[in-house]
């Protein structure tokens, strides 16, 4: 089951790629497509126009490729045939890398950052976001990150029928790969949108890149991040319903839908996926848990509306 998502960021500014000098034969080429169940978007500015197909092609195709390894969308991914069989032998590199910031963003959240959440999700997707306790109860016994094996030979679940899904980090996790990659090709100032926003250098005048906030995905922006050689995630707790009550970030505890005391978090750090998997524990989280995450993480920059609509802005260098 795909359910919709709502856009919960937006690039105030030309969303251009550019590079450090802007020849005379420059012009904008753009691609759009979807990426993880997400709208992504790429355009570069700034480089003739075969060469900029080039660099789009090139992380087109590793956008496919990482796809292939993480996406529950498709049913030949390494993702699915791991939920499927409960084992994976030679696992990607990739995929042993991602697993590893898991562990890390599990640690720093206190468990609330838990991907073996899967069964719960299939629980209240299958059942229109109102599954009866004997069902949730189940699909609880199936969650626990300390359930979940892995090292280079293998990657396996300690109880029958776990399942991983990654949709809360791996976004970031792309966004972080096709960053990368655009660095390896010489671009310096570049926006990158996968889902979660990366933001290489700056805007062709020298200032930062400009991301602005949505609290509301039918209105506009309500709060702007002045952002440079950054990434900035965003999470909220209805920006993906089953019901269109019912939240679809559930809880590893509680085995419920979320009732969060946030209209919205956003999260910026160097890393995307981190930032990634930050914004969807912290949706779960108050005010204090919130706070002493990021102490402990640190040089991160948290944007959160509360549920009453106040503002929650902290920086922890």
Not at 136 to 156: P, T
Not at 277 to 302: F, H, N, R, W
Request: proline share 4%; aromatic share 6%; net charge positive.
């Amino acid at each position: 089951m795909m359910l919709s998502r709502r856009r919960f960021m937006t690039i105030a500014a030309s969303t251009a790629v550019a590079g450090s000098a802007v020849p005379v034969a420059a012009k904008t080429v753009s691609w759009r497509g979807i990426a993880l169940g997400a709208e992504a978007k790429l355009v570069i500015n700034g480089l003739p126009d075969t060469e900029a197909r080039r660099v789009i092609k090139l992380a087109r195709a590793e956008i496919e490729r990482l796809e292939n390894i993480f996406s529950l969308y498709r049913s030949n991914s390494t993702l699915s045939v791991l939920n499927s069989k409960g084992g994976h032998r030679a696992p990607d590199p990739e995929l042993l890398s991602l697993l590893s910031r898991v562990s890390a963003v599990h640690t720093a959240t206190g468990g609330l950052f838990d991907p073996t959440v899967q069964p719960l999700w299939q629980a209240f997707a299958e059942h229109k976001g109102r599954p009866d306790q004997a069902i949730v109860r189940d699909a609880r016994e199936k969650v626990g990150w300390r359930f979940v094996n892995y090292n280079s030979r293998e990657i396996g679940f300690a109880k029958p029928g776990m399942q991983l899904t990654l949709s809360g980090i791996a976004q970031g996790f792309i966004t972080d790969r096709i960053t990368a990659l655009l660095r390896a090709e010489g671009l310096a100032n570049a926006i990158v949108n996968i889902g979660e926003i990366s933001a290489m250098g700056h805007l062709p005048d020298g200032t930062p890149w400009q991301v602005g906030l949505v609290t509301n995905s039918e209105g506009p922006a309500t709060d702007f991040l002045s952002v440079s050689n950054m990434c900035v995630a965003t999470s909220a707790a209805l920006g993906t319903t089953f019901d269109g009550v019912n939240s679809h970030i559930l809880s590893p505890l509680s085995g419920r839908p979320v009732q969060s005391r946030w209209q919205r978090v956003s999260v910026v750090h160097s890393s995307a996926a981190l930032a990634d998997g930050l914004s969807t524990a912290a949706i779960l989280m108050d005010e204090t848990q919130l706070i002493e995450c990021i102490k402990a993480v640190g040089q991160v920059i948290v944007n959160a509306r509360r549920a009453d609509g106040s503002l929650l802005v902290v920086r922890q260098e």
